[in-house]
């Protein structure tokens, strides 16, 4: 074939598509992938939530390892700890059921349970062995967050505990802690929940909780009180000693109850705010109106009346002492004297009368009234004084009694409060009567007296002497009434000198008679000291009377 031959056209070609065909070998990596894809997803949705939880102390909290329980149920693990940005607290990381979703809100708690004993029951044993686990209360009001911070003790009442909180205010925490037990009647009814120093420092507010049935006794004007240990004191009422169980006696408690005269039947609210009294005598007081203040002024010791004192109206109570306090007179009259304020309640005084209608013609009493019966009863007698409640505390209290053939006085209504009169108490009066008989005797002269004695003994024996001389000078006899006569001077004689001579041995200054009287005195006088040392060491410390005095005090 030739150059110049023409060929004939060709079909052009064009490009096709090469089907891929899916080998074998990717089945299984492809397999593994959705697997592994679905596997994440699982785990996603079975991980729950994760929440952080500050801690003041990581102490017992092992990342990897500790877990978060709710009665007793794991709900939760640990998952890291770091130190916060202000290095003050712990985070921790914690990864959550899902089934929690719902349950953390703003008032949830958390707290490490770890062995504790709070309210005279032992916690946590178990993580003895176990080690430290947190411990989880759901809450009940809130917004859900995811952030939390851990309380330092455990809740002391679970949240679904059928019951009421109540508030108490109190002036000191005492022997209170978490867990402190309630009594009504005897009976445990509640604890403490928990406790807070109020913004001005100047009272305590504890939470506590009633258990149901029992929280239907507490009514609105129910008086809670301190019942924690020993409740001893000494005062003019004498010695009292109270407590409410052997288990308030070694860790404290409180009790309430409603008094008598009480009208409210229905339950006091949720959160209610009561005052916390010091022990069941306050708690119980009847609260009194209408009181009348009267000033004391005493110009003797008033060591022994303490606020509190009763003031009695023939011998039944009527009043008390509100404050004790000196006073001085102007630099020209420096005079200083005892100042007792005493609040009289006219209530009491009608309680006590067997015909109070006689007095106030069946109506409440006027001041005027009122002013007028007091200045009666002053005018016939009536007078204020201080005695001896208790010879064993030598706590003194204010007595109303008529006295007998008192000095003219009034009630000086000028001032304000009222001046009302006084006499000196039995006991001062008594030592002063001694004092003014003792002095006397010293005054009487006894040497001279003795002496002059002897001197008329002597004369009288010589006149007898003579007497029997002269009769035998003149050789008579004498009649059986005038022998009678000698002999019975005679008798008198020897007894008047044997009555000189013991006389003499009991009233000379180095008798036995009168040392011993002075020694009897003197140990009278350390023991009533050694009592009032006592009665002061055990208003302090009151505790000794079952632990004794402390190694550093013997």
């Not at 350390?526 to 060491?537: E, G, N, P």
């Amino acid at each position: 074939m030739s150059d110049n031959e023409v060929l004939p056209d060709l079909p052009e070609a064009t490009a096709r598509p090469r089907r891929s065909r899916l080998s074998v070998v990717w089945i299984i990596p492809i397999i593994a992938a959705l697997l592994g894809g679905w596997i994440a997803v699982q785990k996603l949705l079975a991980e729950g939530p994760t929440i952080e939880i500050s801690f003041a102390s990581a102490e017992g909290l092992v990342a990897g390892t500790t877990t978060v329980k709710y009665n007793g149920v794991d709900v939760g693990k640990l998952q890291s700890l770091k130190v916060a940005g202000d290095r003050q607290r712990i985070i921790a990381r914690v990864q959550m059921a899902p089934e929690t979703k719902d349950w953390l809100l703003e008032d949830t708690w958390f707290w490490v349970v770890r062995p504790r004993i709070a309210g005279g029951s032992i916690t946590g044993l178990g993580t003895l062995l176990s080690g430290s686990y947190i411990g989880m209360a759901i809450g009940k009001a809130g917004e859900r967050t995811d952030s939390f911070t851990a309380r330092d003790v455990p809740p002391v009442v679970a949240g679904d505990t059928p019951g009421r909180f109540f508030l108490l205010k109190a002036a000191n925490l005492g022997s209170l802690d978490y867990g402190t037990p309630i009594y009504f009647r005897r009976i445990q009814v509640g604890q403490v929940a928990s406790y807070s120093l109020d913004h001005d420092g100047r009272e305590l507010t504890v939470r506590v909780f009633v258990n149901a049935p029992y929280d239907r006794f507490v009514k609105p004007d129910t008086r809670f009180w301190q019942a924690s240990g020993l409740d001893f004191s000494l005062n003019a009422n004498g010695l009292n000693v109270q407590t409410e169980s052997l288990v308030s006696l070694l860790i404290g408690g409180l009790a309430f109850d409603t008094p008598a005269a009480s009208v409210e039947d229905a339950a006091a609210a949720a959160e209610t705010s009561f005052e916390l009294f010091a022990n069941e005598a306050l708690a119980m007081k009847a609260p009194e109106r209408g009181a009348t203040h009267f000033v004391l002024y005493f110009d003797e010791s008033v060591r022994g009346l303490s606020v509190g004192a009763p003031m009695t109206f023939l011998g039944l109570p009527i009043g008390e002492v509100a404050s004790v306090r000196l006073e001085a007179g102007n630099r020209k009259n420096l005079q200083v004297r005892a100042r007792v304020l005493v609040a009289a309640y006219p209530q009491r005084f009608l309680d006590i009368l067997a015909n109070p209608q006689e007095l106030t013609g069946g109506k409440q009493p006027s001041p005027a009234t009122r002013k007028l019966i007091v200045e009666q009863l002053v005018a016939r007698g009536l007078r204020a004084q201080l005695r001896t409640g208790s010879l064993l505390t030598g706590q003194l209290y204010v007595a109303l009694d008529y006295a007998a053939n008192p000095a003219s006085a009034k009630i000086d209504w000028t001032s304000e409060p009222p001046a009302f009169p006084v006499v000196r108490g039995g006991l001062t009066d008594i030592e002063a009567k001694l004092t003014s008989i003792l002095a006397k005797l010293d005054g009487l002269p006894f040497e001279a007296i003795g002496s002059d004695l002897k001197k008329s003994l002597a004369t009288l024996a010589g006149t007898l002497k003579d007497v029997d001389t002269l009769v035998k000078r003149w050789g008579g006899e004498l009649t059986p009434e005038l022998k009678g006569a000698l002999v019975d001077a005679r008798r008198s004689l020897a007894a008047a000198e044997r009555l000189f001579d013991s006389a003499g041995k009991v009233v000379a200054p180095d008798s036995a008679t009168l040392v011993e009287l002075r020694g009897t005195l003197a140990e009278v006088k350390r023991t009533a000291q050694s009592l009032r040392v006592l009665t002061d060491y055990l208003e302090r410390h009151p505790e000794a009377l079952i632990r004794g005095k402390s190694e550093e005090e013997q």
